[in-house]
């Protein structure tokens, strides 16, 4: 079946626009979770979904950080007049279901460049 | 300090070696203990799942949890070129979230 998947796979911007990353999970997980991969730095996780609710926004650097799933699907992470320190690849996961473990199942990732 | 330490090498093997990589934490709340291999350009994927202390063994790959130690370890063995890849540890305790803590990656090369 199909696997999560990132758009767009690359995406080059300005300094202070905006920008808007999206992640379509495996159909029938019910958690989501976004994950940023920047050099020496690692896999920082950002924000996890149940449904449509995220209990734990934890890992969002800044309020020009957000993101929302609709429909217990589809996510968008947005970021706001964009800094050249939020360069980076992110990375969405989807698993069955949360709590304990549940393997997640990642996508490609969005390579995000801030110029 | 981080919550999971891991050297990113990178470490550089020739074929048929034994590779030893291993992460130290500090939260003893975790409980679930993952490896995950990614390849250049690519989103992780799970390799071994440990839960709480022990061994576990699938192929070629160990994986071994020290909770004691707060030190987990993966072994390759008869390494091969295809294993070249980034290797990372990542864990995560009971709670409803299920958030994973990751390693920053060690980088294998494995030589013909």
């Known amino acids: 079946g199909a696997g999560v998947s990132q758009s767009p796979s690359n995406k080059v911007t300005e300094k202070g626009k905006d920008v808007e990353l999206r992640c379509d999970p495996i159909s029938g997980h019910t958690a989501l979770y976004w994950y940023r991969q920047s050099l020496g730095q690692g896999l920082e996780f950002l924000i996890y979904f149940q449904g449509n609710s995220a209990p734990d926004k934890s890992g969002l650097p800044s309020d020009r950080f957000s993101a929302e799933r609709t429909g217990g699907s589809v996510s968008t992470l947005t970021i706001q007049r964009t800094q050249q320190e939020d360069s980076a690849v992110y990375l969405c996961a989807s698993s069955f279901q949360s709590g304990g473990y549940n393997e997640q199942f990642f996508g490609p990732g969005t390579r995000l460049t801030v110029l | ?112």
């Open chain 2, 1 to 112: 300090q981080k919550e999971v330490e891991q050297d990113p090498g990178p470490l550089s093997v020739p074929e048929g070696a034994i590779v030893s990589l291993n992460c130290t934490y500090s939260n003893s709340a975790f409980q679930y203990f993952m490896w995950y291999r990614q390849y250049s350009r690519k989103g992780p994927e799970l390799l071994m799942y440990t839960y709480s202390s022990g061994n576990k063994e699938d192929g070629r790959f160990t994986a071994q949890v020290d909770k004691s130690s707060k030190y987990i370890s993966l072994f390759i063995r008869d390494s091969q070129p295809s294993d070249s890849a980034t290797y990372l540890c990542a864990m995560t305790d009971s709670s409803n979230t299920g958030k994973l803590i990751f390693g920053q990656g060690t980088t294998l090369q494995v030589k013909p």
